[in-house]
């Protein structure tokens, strides 16, 4: 199985409250993750640091909040069953855990691009992205004079896909915001 075709929470699952959460104070709230699961969570401190517990359906399962050092400031990760701290986790068997304990593998990991059939799903697969990131930015493509992250991530998922008149437009478009 792939990590796309399960169930994930990850930090921007918790939108605004995830602000409060890093910030240390107790949360309790509610959102979809599909239409027919609501997840409730609520935070509490204990000694160890912040546990998040997860509500869905008749389930509940306690995962500890990590924090990891960066030089811009502190990141806030999971920490699985397994010790192991990720960005997301993945329901697996009514359990939210992390990719390696799920034994999940990313659907691009799956293709062999050297061979004929593989490089065209490979293509596919990145022009299906592309497409994604595009519906997502709409006309966000530019900030300040510099293109947005979302941008740059639409122009590598061109790339790989090899639709070459999309990126030879976006890096025009770059190229004269740049000059400005």
């Known amino acids: 199985m792939t990590t796309e075709s399960y169930l994930s929470i990850s930090p921007k699952t918790f939108g605004k409250d995830w602000d409060c959460i890093k910030n ?92 004929t059939i593989g490089s065209i799903l490979y293509r596919a697969m990145w022009a299906n992205k592309a497409t994604d990131i595009n519906e997502v930015i709409g006309r966000h493509k530019i900030y300040r004079n510099k293109p947005t992250r979302k941008f740059k991530s639409f122009i590598k998922a061109a790339t790989k896909a090899c639709l070459d008149s999309h990126v030879r437009a976006a890096n025009m478009l770059v190229s004269l915001v740049g000059s400005l």
């Open 24 to 115: 240390g104070k107790e949360v309790d709230g509610e959102t979809n993750l599909t239409s027919k699961l609501p997840l409730g969570y609520w935070t509490e401190k204990n000694g160890l640091g912040t546990k998040l517990t997860l509500s869905f359906g008749p389930e509940t399962q306690n995962i500890i909040l990590s924090q990891k050092e960066l030089p811009y400031g502190t990141r806030f990760l999971f920490t699985c069953e397994c010790g192991k701290t990720c960005n997301n986790l993945y329901l697996h068997k009514n359990k939210w855990r992390c990719g390696k304990c799920a034994g999940l593998k990313y659907e691009s990991s799956r293709i062999n691009r050297h061979s």
